[in-house]
């Protein structure tokens, strides 16, 4: 099923507030400015910061 494209377009970094975009085949979010990656668990975003990696 995936993320919403409404709820995406409204989904920021809650370290940055930067919009994040869809990776790892939609499985997780990531935000371009720190570069941190928030996991989609059961359609749902993970929006945590405790949650998310830092890939470069």
């Known amino acids: 099923m995936g993320v919403d494209v409404e709820l995406l377009s409204i989904l920021a970094c809650p370290?940055?507030?930067t919009p994040v975009v869809l990776?790892?085949?939609d499985t997780a979010l990531k935000c371009d400015t720190c570069?941190?990656?928030y996991p989609i668990k059961d359609d749902i975003p993970v929006m945590l910061i405790d949650e998310a990696t830092i890939e470069p």
Do not use: L
């Open 23 to 25: 990776v790892h085949d």
């Open 15 to 17: 370290a940055c507030k």
């Open 35 to 37: 570069h941190r990656v």
